[in-house]
């Protein structure tokens, strides 16, 4: 993509209703912009990294043998006054009357809808077992919306729904869904600590909230000390084989969550204790036939009698993680994307756009690159150098390549890697090679 083209307005000064450096570097890059209080529209560089990131979780669901779907944003109320959360659910729920007059909600999760689509599909304990997600917008007309897209009143969910026979078998797709997560946020390199959680409006007596430390988290957040010296998980996961194991492994350590910490029973001596603050990447439940009983999704067992499904949730802030990872990820010169969710993997920089020689080479080294599968956003504009290396630094691609008369005369591009700041010469043919994996 050449910048000359693209749409990337970014913002000289500092926003003054950015509270939090992720939401000022998101508006600042021109990923975002605010349409009303806590709902955006994704601009193309955002919207890249937006994809980057469902992409991962996607693929990290698929792997588990989970089934993606997609269920629309709006809801029957009928649904959910089958399980009574309509009145539970409170302000937070965006009710809205049809023309017919007829009470329709925006989604603020799925449990309703799924345990319906499952209900009339499944008759059999031979269908079991099964997990459904998807990745759809919500709404949840938070008090407070804050924090750019951290906290947002729309926002991008993947949610998903495991359907089980017994507690067992519930256990198992909630083990498989536990080791999941930490795979999914490891490949974006972010360390999220899985903690005891409390689990509120979506019921159930087993949580985890995924937690990534931040000075600027809103969870006020307990772990063992030792947490954070404990690496990221790296292995492939057999999801098939008995995943208990990997579970208590993953648990072993203290880490809870204010509502669920309690000084007096903590396990942890308090010298070993870290009290932190945590941003919520994701959060997993276990809650039985809270709704399948009420809702009547029952299944015929091997002997012949019903039995009421045994359901998990799991959910992951997509678009919330956007900000994590910008919150985990940046200097005092803008953001620094891991190479997995970068929205282009390298910027090219012509140091002098006027000078035809100049343009003629990156030109050339552009279209070379991208022959080679290499996503390149190519600063082909008639700017300052310093406009330029600024602009790069602030969007924060993982390398640029820059290339100036002088280079050129000597056959060389400096290359800059944005994370270490790290600089060296290439020659100009080793730049394609270096890059093409
Ligand atoms: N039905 C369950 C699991 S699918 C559920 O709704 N869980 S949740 O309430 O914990 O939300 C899942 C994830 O969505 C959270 O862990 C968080 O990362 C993200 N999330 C929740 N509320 C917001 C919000 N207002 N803005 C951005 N992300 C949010």
Redesign the pocket.
């Known amino acids: 993509m050449r910048l000359s083209q693209y749409f990337l307005p970014l913002l000289r000064e500092n926003p003054s209703e950015a509270q939090i450096v992720s939401h000022r570097l998101m508006l600042r890059a021109g990923m975002i912009r605010q349409s009303s209080a806590?709902i955006y529209s994704w601009l193309p560089l955002g919207h890249r990294v937006l994809k980057r990131i469902e992409q991962i979780v996607r693929e990290e669901q698929d792997r588990t043998g989970a089934q993606e779907i997609l269920m629309p944003t709006i809801q029957p109320a009928d649904l959910w006054r089958e399980s009574s959360r309509y009145e539970d659910y409170g302000e937070e729920m965006l009710r809205i009357r049809d023309r017919h007059d007829r009470e329709m909600l925006y989604g603020?999760?799925?449990?309703e809808m799924i345990t319906d689509i499952v209900r009339a599909g499944i008759k059999s304990y031979r269908d079991l077992p099964k997990n459904l997600y998807h990745i759809q917008w919500?709404f949840?007309d938070?008090v407070r919306?804050r924090f750019g897209?951290?906290?947002?009143?729309e926002?991008l969910?993947k949610?998903?729904?495991s359907f089980d026979l017994d507690a067992a078998g519930a256990k198992h797709s909630y083990n498989k869904m536990f080791m999941a997560y930490l795979r999914t946020f490891a490949r974006m390199g972010l360390k999220a600590i899985p903690m005891r959680a409390d689990t509120?409006p979506?019921g159930g007596d087993l949580s985890h909230?995924?937690q990534v430390l931040a000075e600027t988290g809103e969870s006020e957040v307990y772990c063992d000390r030792r947490w954070l010296d404990a690496e990221i998980l790296a292995e492939d996961i057999d999801y098939d084989s008995d995943l208990e194991p990997l579970f208590r492994q993953w648990t072993a350590l203290y880490a809870a969550t204010d509502e669920i910490h309690k000084a007096e029973s903590c396990p942890v001596p308090p010298n070993e204790l870290v009290t932190a603050r945590g941003i919520?990447?994701?959060?997993t439940?276990y809650f039985g036939t809270k709704y399948s009983q009420p809702m009547g999704a029952v299944v015929t067992g091997a002997d012949g009698e019903e039995v009421a499904l045994e359901m998990g949730?799991?959910?992951?802030?997509v678009?919330?993680l956007v900000g994590a990872l910008i919150e985990a990820n940046h200097d005092e010169a803008g953001i620094i994307w891991p190479e997995s969710v970068a929205p282009f993997q390298v910027g090219l920089i012509n140091l002098r756009a006027a000078d035809a020689k100049c343009a003629a080479a990156c030109d050339e080294l552009y279209a070379k690159l991208r022959g080679a599968g290499i996503e390149v956003l190519y600063d082909d504009r008639d700017e300052s150098p310093g406009a330029k290396f600024a602009t790069m630094d602030l969007i924060g691609l993982p390398d640029q390549l820059i290339l100036g008369p002088r280079g050129l005369a000597a056959g060389n591009i400096e290359w800059k890697h944005r994370r270490t700041g790290r600089r060296q010469d290439l020659p100009l043919d080793a730049a394609i090679a270096a890059f093409a994996a």
Do not use: A, C, H, L
């Not at 897209?149 to 009143?153: D, E, P, Q, T, Y």
């Open positions: 806590g603020p999760t799925n449990e919500k949840r938070e919306p897209v951290m906290r947002g009143r926002f969910m949610d998903n729904y509120g979506i909230e995924f919520e990447v994701g959060q439940f949730s799991y959910g992951i802030g678009s919330r």
